[in-house]
């Protein structure tokens, strides 16, 4: 009887024993599938942090190009700039320099003239004939200046005295003027264009005063 027993028990522990084991493997899977499951989501959040880091570094790099463009173009605008205001100063002073050049190549004719006048007055007899010559210098000096620059003179006995234009040097009275006229013109006046470049100096004939 107690050996009956026995040979039982050993039978059931020995149906136990693959059930426990199969729960050990299931357990044992289960641990094996969960570290798996943590190894994997680890790798995938290092995955994403490295892509994370690796995103913002070529954004950086991305800004620091963009940057040394956009330094590289400032440095050109301003050496353009530079370049542009040295070529408007060059410009500038050449149209002081060379302003007159063309009024200065004008004259010269005149200069000649003047040059071949004086040679002939050395062996001339005729003195009118010189006075003629200068005389047509002068000629067409004035026609020139006035035609090509706009140059004119005035300033005549007997205008009518306008201190915009005439710069009175003394006067005299005259009880048969009604209005202030030029009595005597010691300097003429000369416009450019509308313009008064020089006023004339005159002598100014003024009503007598009661």
């Known amino acids: 009887m107690a050996l009956n027993e026995k040979d039982e028990k050993l039978k059931e522990q020995d149906g136990k024993a693959p059930e426990t084991d199969q729960k050990t493997q299931d357990a044992e899977k289960q641990t094996t599938e969960t570290s798996a499951a943590d190894s994997a989501a680890a790798s995938e959040k290092d995955s994403a942090e490295e892509n994370a880091a690796q995103s913002s570094e070529e954004k950086i ?65 005729d003195a009118k004939a010189i006075a003629d010559g200068i005389r047509m210098i002068n000629k067409n000096l004035v026609k020139m200046l006035g035609d090509k ?33 030029l009595h005597q013109v010691y300097l003429k006046g000369y416009k450019l264009k509308d313009k008064v470049i020089r006023h004339a100096k005159v002598m100014v004939k003024v009503p007598k005063s009661n």
Do not use: C, W
């Open 61 to 125: 790099a991305a800004l620091e190009k963009e940057n040394a463009d956009l330094k590289d173009q400032l440095l050109r605008r301003a050496a353009d700039f530079d370049n542009y205001r040295k070529r408007m100063m060059k410009e500038k002073q050449d149209i002081y320099d060379y302003a007159n050049a063309s009024l200065l190549g004008d004259l010269l004719d005149s200069l000649d003239n003047f040059d071949r006048t004086l040679d002939a007055a050395k062996d001339a007899k």
């Open 149 to 181: 620059y706009g140059l004119t003179a005035y300033g005549k006995e007997g205008d009518e005295f306008n201190p915009d234009e005439h710069e009175a040097i003394g006067r005299v009275e005259d009880e048969k003027v009604k209005k202030e006229t």
